[in-house]
């Protein structure tokens, strides 16, 4: 993806480990709405992972910040963990 992050070999990061929560914590409060892509449930996600990976993922290459446009914002080390996980293919 745009970031550049990559999937290592042994990643454990998945969707109940990981990306429900940061959906929930950073995501849904805009996107669960219908006014823009809705981001509740997993095929969703997957489908719009490079959208998602440019906006607010980070990895070798860049860390992405356009998302979320207000209220809580990730931590660098769990924008690193948002591009692992949709570099691995969104488990």
Do not use: K
């Not at 070999?9 to 669960?32: E, I, K, L, M, W």
């Not at 509740?40 to 910040?65: F, H």
């Amino acid at each position: 993806g745009a970031s550049g992050a990559t999937c290592p070999t042994g990643s454990t990061v998945t969707y109940d480990n990981f990306g429900r929560q940061f959906f929930a914590t950073y995501c849904d409060r805009c996107h669960a709405m219908g006014t823009r892509p809705a981001y509740n449930n997993l095929a969703a996600i997957r489908a719009d992972s490079t959208s998602i990976d440019l906006q607010s993922a980070a990895g070798d290459n860049s860390v992405n910040t356009a998302m979320p446009e207000s209220g809580a914002t990730p931590t660098e080390a769990e924008r690193r963990r948002l591009g692992e996980w949709l570099a691995c293919g969104a488990p």
